[in-house]
């Protein structure tokens, strides 16, 4: 079986607590269903695909032909088991080349060769012909399965096993890149061999149950811990981290806080930390003794995940029935450790994003009825806590702090200085309050939220009504602001693909389909005429049942200059995030920023209001 190794790649842009992959309708820019990210993570999880030292696995490169052949056999059985070469295979491939061993590996098992003049050419961009017929001999076909000259035969299988999905080069000399590679190995493992069976299978691996690599029990085999980040938590572990993902999210390592739960792979220096906890009162400890496996807190069971936390609420541990508690939950969801309320509740604001009420064991034979409130805090997490006493509506604001007397978790509105004014331009100061240096800035749509530093406000006029809530410190400066969509970048951008109306005046209905971030949703059978045409859109709410549709703005043509985007004389700022894709034969594809500003082909920038108001450029659509 091949040896797994996970890289640092992109490995968990797509992943949930419990490392499930996203479900999402299929993508035009993806294959087999897949999006971008998918595609990433099954290769770079096979180790077919790294990154450099940073973790950057550099996508919009071109592959040469050395980096090629390394692809293909690491993505062979046996192939992670290849080291130097034992001679020189080629001239211009030296034995001391660092793909020695890969050349000679796949010149011996007949997936490529050098050419008449005796080279290789290690350097030389490789072709799609090229890379389709080294991926079609690792399903076993050979010279007799094609006819006609090189590389009709070959090109013609290579679209008719639909190898080709998701790739963006479409020509048999157009030169690969990186992303198409990622698409071709991908769609490889998905493709049945000559022989009938899924590729993967070869690799000693299985398709899950959507027809996708099996990458959860991959990663799970392969996690490491876990830990609690305490103070320089990068000390606790016995290598450098190079990618660290937090609650399944790319994040700074700076991004980890004290009571984090971590995992790691420290092979590939990547970090997943998980900041999910529950606070209140323990009510039961099932079975009680030495080796307790489920513990109900506020209310709610959870089960225990590690052996140190069994251990600290079993007879030989600190904590008993009536203890008021932190559960630090790890990525299943179950208790990985316990620590004393005072240590870990903090103080936390925040908008009550949703509430439920419940029946809860209370741990004599009995139930009570509370409130579950889930809080969206202006940290950008979100928290759950038991509203006892009081009934709490959702968006409510509302702080959450451990009272003194019972070490139990209290939920209190919000009391909240009402403020409005200019930003000043260098983003320090609202009207007459400084931000604190360790200001929390929230803005927040509905139920989500984005964390925005307050340079981003910088020349902004906000109203009172923009102002959900605003908390002052001892020295009166600004040390909490939560903002009522006043930026944007809690919405989702996407493009509107196709739009249909069914029947006519007040019974007609409309259908949507549109792509976000690769992944394409469908709204059919809606009541609502949405003020959008094809094209650039905002989403608003749920991406599979929007609340709103709204349409971009379009710049005229223009190209990326130093990081913005430049048109008819006017400069435009781009989003932190904003998307890129290449519209090609009518379909669109998820492409990147670099690959965009090496394009040929003509720039528009789609943004969302004035940046005056707090827009920027969402969308850039390359043709």
Same mark, same amino acid.
Not at 265 to 284: D, E, K, P
Not at 326 to 342: D, I, K
Not at 356 to 377: F, I, K, R
């Given at each position: 079986?091949?040896?797994?190794?996970? &890289?640092?790649? !992109? +490995?968990?842009?797509?992943? *949930?607590?419990? /490392?499930? @992959?996203? #479900?999402?309708?299929?993508? $035009?820019?993806?294959?087999?269903?897949?999006?971008?990210?998918?595609?990433?993570?099954?290769?770079? &999880?096979?180790? !077919? +695909?790294?990154?450099?030292? *940073?973790?950057? /696995?550099? @996508?919009? #490169?071109?592959?040469?032909? $050395?980096?090629?052949?390394?692809?293909?056999?690491?993505?062979?059985?046996?192939?992670?088991?290849?080291?130097?070469?034992?001679?020189?295979?080629?001239?211009?491939?030296?034995?001391?080349?660092?793909?020695?061993?890969?050349?000679?590996?796949?010149?011996?098992?007949?997936?490529?060769?050098?050419?008449?003049?005796?080279?290789?050419?290690?350097?030389?961009?490789?072709?799609?012909?090229?890379?389709?017929?080294?991926?079609?001999?690792?399903?076993?076909?050979?010279?007799?399965?094609?006819?006609?000259?090189?590389?009709?035969?070959?090109?013609?299988?290579?679209?008719?096993?639909?190898?080709?999905?998701?790739?963006?080069?479409?020509?048999?000399?157009?030169?690969?890149?990186?992303?198409?590679?990622?698409?071709?190995?991908?769609?490889?493992?998905?493709?049945?061999?000559?022989?009938?069976?899924?590729?993967?299978?070869?690799?000693?691996?299985?398709?899950?149950?959507?027809?996708?690599?099996?990458?959860?029990?991959?990663?799970?085999?392969?996690?490491?811990?876990?830990?609690?980040?305490?103070?320089?938590?990068?000390?606790?572990?016995?290598?450098?981290?190079?990618?660290?993902?937090?609650?399944?999210?790319?994040?700074?390592?700076?991004?980890?806080?004290?009571?984090?739960?971590?995992?790691?792979?420290?092979?590939?220096?990547?970090?997943?930390?998980?900041?999910?906890?529950?606070?209140?009162?323990?009510?039961?400890?099932?079975?009680?003794?030495?080796?307790?496996?489920?513990?109900?807190?506020?209310?709610?069971?959870?089960?225990?995940?590690?052996?140190?936390?069994?251990?600290?609420?079993?007879?030989?541990?600190?904590?008993?029935?009536?203890?008021?508690?932190?559960?630090?939950?790890?990525?299943?969801?179950?208790?990985?450790?316990?620590?004393?309320?005072?240590?870990?509740?903090?103080?936390?604001?925040?908008?009550?994003?949703?509430?439920?009420?419940?029946?809860?064991?209370?741990?004599?034979?009995?139930?009570?009825?509370?409130?579950?409130?889930?809080?969206?805090?202006?940290?950008?997490?979100?928290?759950?806590?038991?509203?006892?006493?009081?009934?709490?509506?959702?968006?409510?604001?509302?702080?959450?702090?451990?009272?003194?007397?019972?070490?139990?978790?209290?939920?209190?509105?919000?009391?909240?200085?009402?403020?409005?004014?200019?930003?000043?331009?260098?983003?320090?100061?609202?009207?007459?309050?400084?931000?604190?240096?360790?200001?929390?800035?929230?803005?927040?749509?509905?139920?989500?939220?984005?964390?925005?530093?307050?340079?981003?406000?910088?020349?902004?006029?906000?109203?009172?009504?923009?102002?959900?809530?605003?908390?002052?410190?001892?020295?009166?400066?600004?040390?909490?602001?939560?903002?009522?969509?006043?930026?944007?970048?809690?919405?989702?951008?996407?493009?509107?693909?196709?739009?249909?109306?069914?029947?006519?005046?007040?019974?007609?209905?409309?259908?949507?389909?549109?792509?976000?971030?690769?992944?394409?949703?469908?709204?059919?059978?809606?009541?609502?005429?949405?003020?959008?045409?094809?094209?650039?859109?905002?989403?608003?709410?749920?991406?599979?049942?929007?609340?709103?549709?709204?349409?971009?703005?379009?710049?005229?043509?223009?190209?990326?200059?130093?990081?913005?985007?430049?048109?008819?004389?006017?400069?435009?700022?781009?989003?932190?995030?904003?998307?890129?894709?290449?519209?090609?034969?009518?379909?669109?594809?998820?492409?990147?920023?670099?690959?965009?500003?090496?394009?040929?082909?003509?720039?528009?920038?789609?943004?969302?209001?004035?940046?005056?108001?707090?827009?920027?450029?969402?969308?850039?659509?390359?043709?």
């Amino acid at each position: 079986m091949k040896t797994k190794r996970l &890289t640092a790649a !992109i +490995l968990t842009a797509c992943l *949930s607590l419990s /490392l499930a @992959l996203p #479900r999402a309708a299929a993508s $035009a820019a993806g294959a087999g269903g897949a999006t971008l990210d998918e595609a990433v993570q099954a290769v770079t &999880t096979l180790g !077919i +695909l790294s990154g450099d030292g *940073s973790g950057d /696995l550099g @996508l919009d #490169r071109r592959v040469t032909r $050395a980096e090629f052949i390394t692809l293909a056999i690491k993505a062979s059985p046996g192939g992670d088991g290849v080291g130097q070469a034992a001679y020189s295979p080629y001239p211009d491939v030296p034995r001391s080349h660092w793909a020695s061993g890969y050349v000679e590996a796949g010149v011996a098992r007949g997936l490529i060769s050098g050419y008449s003049d005796g080279t290789f050419r290690p350097g030389q961009d490789i072709k799609l012909a090229e890379g389709a017929a080294i991926v079609l001999a690792l399903l076993g076909y050979g010279a007799e399965d094609f006819s006609g000259a090189y590389p009709s035969g070959q090109m013609a299988l290579y679209h008719s096993l639909r190898l080709d999905r998701g790739l963006t080069a479409a020509g048999a000399a157009d030169p690969l890149t990186r992303q198409d590679a990622v698409y071709l190995f991908y769609n490889l493992l998905l493709t049945q061999t000559k022989a009938g069976s899924p590729y993967i299978q070869s690799l000693g691996y299985s398709l899950d149950a959507s027809g996708k690599p099996d990458l959860v029990s991959i990663l799970n085999r392969d996690m490491e811990g876990p830990i609690v980040a305490r103070g320089s938590w990068r000390s606790q572990l016995d290598f450098t981290p190079v990618q660290v993902y937090r609650n399944g999210a790319s994040a700074p390592a700076q991004a980890v806080q004290d009571y984090d739960v971590l995992y790691w792979n420290a092979s590939t220096g990547t970090v997943w930390a998980y900041s999910q906890r529950a606070s209140g009162m323990i009510q039961a400890i099932e079975p009680a003794g030495a080796n307790p496996t489920s513990v109900t807190v506020a209310g709610r069971p959870y089960a225990i995940e590690t052996s140190s936390a069994a251990y600290a609420l079993s007879d030989l541990g600190q904590y008993r029935k009536g203890d008021s508690v932190t559960l630090l939950l790890g990525r299943s969801g179950g208790v990985a450790a316990v620590v004393g309320l005072g240590e870990s509740a903090g103080e936390r604001v925040g908008v009550a994003i949703s509430v439920s009420t419940s029946a809860y064991p209370d741990g004599a034979g009995g139930t009570y009825t509370a409130q579950t409130v889930t809080l969206l805090a202006s940290d950008g997490q979100t928290y759950e806590y038991q509203a006892k006493g009081n009934s709490v509506k959702e968006g409510s604001l509302l702080r959450a702090s451990a009272d003194a007397q019972t070490g139990e978790v209290v939920l209190r509105t919000l009391s909240s200085t009402k403020v409005s004014g200019t930003v000043d331009r260098n983003g320090t100061r609202l009207d007459s309050y400084p931000f604190a240096e360790n200001v929390e800035i929230l803005d927040v749509s509905g139920s989500r939220g984005a964390v925005i530093t307050p340079k981003r406000l910088a020349g902004l006029s906000l109203s009172r009504d923009q102002v959900r809530c605003c908390t002052l410190n001892s020295r009166n400066e600004i040390e909490v602001l939560i903002l009522k969509d006043v930026t944007g970048d809690a919405q989702r951008y996407g493009i509107l693909t196709q739009m249909e109306t069914l029947g006519e005046g007040m019974s007609a209905v409309y259908s949507y389909e549109y792509v976000v971030d690769g992944s394409a949703y469908a709204l059919p059978g809606s009541s609502t005429r949405f003020p959008v045409s094809p094209g650039p859109i905002q989403i608003v709410g749920d991406l599979a049942n929007p609340e709103r549709l709204r349409p971009l703005t379009a710049t005229k043509t223009g190209e990326l200059v130093n990081g913005s985007f430049v048109a008819d004389g006017r400069k435009y700022t781009l989003s932190d995030n904003v998307a890129v894709y290449e519209r090609r034969n009518g379909q669109y594809y998820l492409s990147s920023l670099a690959r965009a500003q090496q394009s040929e082909g003509t720039l528009t920038a789609w943004y969302d209001k004035a940046e005056s108001s707090g827009g920027r450029v969402r969308v850039i659509i390359v043709r």
